[in-house]
């Protein structure tokens, strides 16, 4: 199971930025996909989910600002992230949903992507 993650950039606060998650080793369609975030000091935070038949979560501080989709035909996972705050700021993950959350942030199946928003 890999997950190759990209998007991360710096960026000035209210801007945006999509994250691409590529996933491989296991059957995507069958799979609901996550993506994580940890800021420095902080612990591993869940950002938002979708699910195998399209149904999406969000985590408050980023809802209406953060839109997960997926394209099964590439195997992708994305994070369109708009309205960008400093809070954002973190090292983004993606993972399946099928792996253990707690591993979210460890990087064992792919490196994140840093996003820094700056004011």
């Known amino acids: 199971v890999h997950f190759a993650v990209s998007g991360g950039d710096s960026v000035q606060a209210g801007g945006s930025l999509r994250l691409s998650c590529k996933a491989s080793?296991?059957?995507?369609?069958?799979?609901?996909m996550r993506w994580y975030r940890q800021a420095p000091g902080n612990e591993c935070e869940l950002v938002s989910t979708i699910s195998t038949n399209g149904r999406t979560w969000y985590q408050d501080s980023v809802k209406g600002r953060f839109t997960i989709s997926q394209d099964n035909s590439e195997n992708t996972v994305y994070l369109q992230m708009n309205s960008l705050k400093p809070e954002d700021t973190a090292v983004y993950y993606c993972?399946?949903?099928?792996?253990?959350?707690?591993?979210?942030?460890?990087?064992?199946w792919g490196q994140g992507t840093q996003v820094t928003v700056s004011t």
């Open positions: 993972a399946a949903g099928f792996l253990p959350s707690n591993y979210g942030c460890a990087g064992h």
């Open positions: 080793g296991f059957t995507f369609d069958d799979s609901g």
